[in-house]
């Protein structure tokens, strides 16, 4: 062999060495590919889910070019070992089963199948063989059922998120019995079980501080039980916490044993919406690196001093609204800290405005409404608004002084207080604007001075205050409104034309001032319309027939105490959304139309909306706050629109009353059977009241009374079980009135029909004797258990929350009705505004008495007989 030759044969063996040892290299490469068996097990995986979308899984194939499952779209595999560690499918509206094939990824660390819609089902108990996960987030991702206690064995889990199963409640079907398996994963740093239901879990609070290493605990939401405090030491994982959120649930004040000072680490604590009472530890103030306190809506009362406060320095954003607290604090007290948000609703600080806001130079959101200030707003105060403060609530205290001009917020609440002077034309920024209830005064004219640019307000309440003149006509600017209010001021001339520019319009008060004129037929445009309140002016002309024509979303119609005058045109029985109309108090002539079982919403019983009027929303550090409900159901409401948005839906009325109505009351009004009340009092109406009136089963209230209204009463009235006002009096009725438990009771509901005879009245009918069969004896009410005063009361009061929610089956039960009629009264006052008022200044015993309200005396008093 030459040399050469030795040397090729050398290189040739080389050059194969180098080729077998790269085939090996190839085989164990984790660059070429993931094992078999965990390519397997994802297309396994992909089998079992339903793609609705977009196909996350195009690249996951069995074809050559595909085969390397570590190239797949969401699958990560590890440098080192080529096995898949991370599976990412989130939010890639996935549906279907997880095959349990996916545990052959038994090297699996990360495993993230959150935002996809499993259907309720179970998480899969094989998840807690996935012995390497680190990382596992199932949130969003609509499981129910029992959280398997196998995730147990997950003992490398450091994230673990559950949380979130059901977008759209409060409380999702998925739920845990206990937690007995939790202090297993002992190296757990962040637990997200938002919205888990743990109502039966006990020992929630011992599972949870044996995690030595917790930092991030988020149970809001969960229906926690309050924390029973054991002799167990609760300091092991009270050091590691960073963020804890625990709002929401049924929490007491026990919890706060688990946060001693030794807790300085808390940058988050987050407790609102619990049962927490007495008194807030002062120790709270030792928790030096805390950023954010949410502590609102408890039953915490007492006085917060500076000592709560001592070492917060960092102390960002801070919420103790809706509690029974007195802010004290010295003078000329200088916080460690400058708030971003400031939220003190109902925390008592008056009666001086606070001075220490002074010093706080960044804040954007300030709530300092009904905190009992009575005084002058500073000047030093209008400093700030050089600023951006985003929201402004200073709402429900007694501040004096005018408004200044300087004011660049979106949200700005001021209503109940006694601020006075000019509006000033500050409407550039905000959205939101609520001057309610104060002394301002001067022209309206502020709307328009200087606008010449589209504005972007949505919500103006100006009612009750003392603005007098003319509306301008620019409302043009005004597109985005959503909301307009300025009943009871004094407000005069012509409703502008330019309001028909009002294309985003829903709710329209301009009641109680002094319009004149006819309703602007632009306002045809604003086709959203839901609320149109006109009363109390003295606006004139026909009744619009294009409020039934092109108004269609029309729920609330009130043009009661004006002139309108004419028929009342049948275009108004389209609409099919209507449920009060008011047109009592007018010149109206002519039949009531036939055409009102048409209305179907009235022509229905049941509520199947009881909120009908949205509000404007406003944007806060990325969450979204529906005002004035933006706690919507878990806040207490308080003032007239929330009054608005709990009670309007249930209310279906008409009243007609008070105008020159005649002709026969049509029978078609019996079937509107959704009727909670029927007034066509005070007309001329002649013929029979229909003998079906009985269909009205929802009626409280029917005033039938000063017609010329003649026959019999048909017996079918006495059906109407719920009845809790009648009056048909001076009428030309006559025979013999028909006998049930209620109809009696109404002793003064037939006077002035000079041929009735039976009881009530003393007259006794000629062939009584005979025993006429006219009496129909119905529904003997229930005269004992629950008519207890503070039944009544609390009823009462609970009613602004939801009154069929709590009454409705109760309804059938006389003693209830007291509460309706408080309901009631409240609807005959909003709707009539005033009692003084009077039908025609000339009619001396007036229309608009409170009839209601004297039934609610006479039923209260007959309580009182009865027992
Ligand atoms: C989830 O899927 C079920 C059908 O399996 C469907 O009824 C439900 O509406 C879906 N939920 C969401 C939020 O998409
Ligand atoms: C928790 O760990 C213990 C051992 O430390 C084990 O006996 C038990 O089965 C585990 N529980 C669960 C639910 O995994
Ligand atoms: C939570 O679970 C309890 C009992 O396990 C149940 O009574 C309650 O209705 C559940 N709550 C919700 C909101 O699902
Ligand atoms: C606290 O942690 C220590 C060790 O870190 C452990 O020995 C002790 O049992 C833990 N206490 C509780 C109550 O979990
Ligand atoms: C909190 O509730 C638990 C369980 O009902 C009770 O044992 C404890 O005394 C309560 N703590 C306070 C402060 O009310
Ligand atoms: C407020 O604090 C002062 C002393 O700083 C004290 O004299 C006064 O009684 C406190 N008021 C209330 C209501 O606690
Ligand atoms: C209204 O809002 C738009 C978009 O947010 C903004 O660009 C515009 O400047 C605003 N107009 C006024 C008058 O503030
Ligand atoms: C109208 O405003 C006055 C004060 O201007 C107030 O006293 C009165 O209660 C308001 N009426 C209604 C019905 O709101
Ligand atoms: C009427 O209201 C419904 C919702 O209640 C809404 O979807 C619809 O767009 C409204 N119609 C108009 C013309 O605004
Ligand atoms: C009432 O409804 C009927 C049937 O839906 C319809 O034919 C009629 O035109 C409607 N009348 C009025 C006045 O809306
Ligand atoms: C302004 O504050 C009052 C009283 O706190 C409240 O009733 C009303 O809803 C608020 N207005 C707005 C627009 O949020």
New binding site residues.
Partial sequence: MTLTNMVGVRCCFKLLYAIVVLILLHMNNPCIGCSERERQALLALKQGLVVDYIDPFLSWGREAQNKDCCEWDGVHCSDQTGHVVKLDLRYQ?L?GKISPKLIELQHLEHLDLSGN????SQIPDFIGSLSNLIYLDLSHA?FGGLIPYQLGNLRNLEHLDLGYQD??KYSGSIYAKNLYWLPNLSRLKDLNLNSVNLSDVVGWLEAVNMLPKLTNLMLPMCNLPPPVISSVSLLNSSKSLVQVDLSKNNLNSSIFQLLPGAYTNLVSLDLSENKLSGRIPESIGQMSNLVFLDLHMNSFEGVISETHFSKLSELRFLDLSSNSLVLNFSFDWVPPFQLVQISLGSCKMGPYFPKWLRTQKSYRWLDISDAGISDTIPTWFWEFWENEVEYMDLSHNQLRGNLRSELASSYLNVSWNQLEGPIPSILSTVLTLDLSNNKFSGSASFLCTGTTEERNLSYLDLSSNHVSGELSDCWIHFQQLDFLDLSNNSLSGKIPTTMGYLFSIKTLKLNNNRFVGELPSQLKNCEELTLVDVGENKLSGLIPEWLGENLLNLSIIILQSNQFYRSIPPQLCHLTHLQILDLSMNNISGTIPKCLNNLTTLAQNGHSSPSIIRYTTFWWEESSYDLPYEYEESLTWKGVRSKYKSILGLVKSIDLSCNKLSGEIPTEITYLVGLVSLNLSRNQLTGQIPSRIGNLQELDSLDLSRNQINGRIPISISWINRIGYLDLSENNLSGKIPISTQLQTFDFAYGGNPLLCGEPLRRTCPEEEKGSGQSVLVNEDDKDGLITRGFYISMGLGFAVGFWGVCGTLLLNRSCRYTYFNFLTFLNDWIAGTFETTCFPSVEDGCNEGLLFVLVFEYLSDDKGSH
């Fill in positions: 509206h549906q819609n499993f259907s309720r609509n977008d759209f």
